[in-house]
């Protein structure tokens, strides 16, 4: 059973940090890990991505996130600084394979001023 499970939501002031974990487990030779989030009343938007050689970054998050992967432990990392409140959103971690896209839960992000 292909399980992506996030963590490390939670609420923080305004310039504050958090950093999310995503954990994939039956779900192997994963070629790209992202974060996605999705604020109220919006589209669902890409915040960053990470293959074996390269990371993307929306516009919006460069210079303050920064996404990881540990590949032992078939994890995905975001570290988020300096944060904002338009970063308030679900964050949902994606995992892609030959066989298709995989989505975890989401884990809430609360950004207060």
């Known amino acids: 059973q292909v399980q992506l499970v996030e963590s490390g939501g939670g609420s923080v002031q305004a310039g504050g940090s958090l950093r999310l974990s995503c954990a994939a487990s039956g779900i192997f030779n994963i070629n790209l890990m992202g974060w996605y989030r999705q604020a109220p009343g919006k589209q669902r938007e890409l915040v960053a991505t990470i293959t074996s050689g390269s990371t993307n970054y929306a516009d919006s998050v460069k210079g303050r996130f920064t996404i990881s992967r540990d590949n032992a432990k078939n994890t995905v990392y975001l570290q988020m600084n300096s944060l904002k409140p338009e970063d308030t959103a679900v964050y949902y971690c994606?995992?892609?394979?030959?066989?298709?896209?995989?989505w975890g839960q989401g884990t809430q992000v609360t950004v207060s001023s």
């Open positions: 994606n995992g892609v394979t030959s066989r298709g896209g995989y």
